[in-house]
């Protein structure tokens, strides 16, 4: 069994700064892309960054500039450095990853999601 669990959301002023993380646990012989997602009331959960085991990130051009995605590979964790923040970056935010739990078995992951809100 896997698992992700996220920390660090909260509540902060416009122009502050947040910092996710996120933790894989469980049966993992090798974790792929590892990312966060992002959810606002009544939108479609949308794509915020990612980062391939190469270490390649892809934003998305809102977050751009703003938002750095890291990853521990010895902690199996992702971490989202969050600056700038704006009202709009209202959302929870959820953790995915691509781990697999043996050489011929993968699968698509998430986390349970944590608030972030932006006040302005």
């Known amino acids: 069994q896997v698992q992700l669990v996220e920390s660090g959301g909260g509540l902060v002023q416009a122009g502050g700064s947040l910092r996710l993380s996120c933790a894989a646990s469980?049966?993992?012989?090798?974790?792929?892309?590892m990312g966060w997602y992002r959810q606002a009331p009544g939108k479609q959960r949308e794509l915020v960054a990612t980062?391939?085991?190469?270490?390649?990130?892809n934003y998305a051009d809102s977050v751009k500039g703003r938002f750095t995605i890291s990853r521990d590979y010895a902690k199996k964790t992702v971490s989202l450095q969050m600056n700038s923040l704006k009202p709009e970056d209202t959302a929870v935010y959820y953790c995915?990853?691509?781990?697999?739990?043996?050489?011929?078995?993968?699968?698509?992951?998430w986390g349970q999601g944590t608030q972030v809100t932006v006040s302005s």
């Open positions: 995915n990853a691509d781990i697999l739990s043996t050489l011929l078995s993968s699968n698509n992951y």
């Open positions: 469980g049966r993992i012989f090798k974790i792929n892309v």
């Open positions: 980062i391939t085991s190469g270490g390649s990130t």
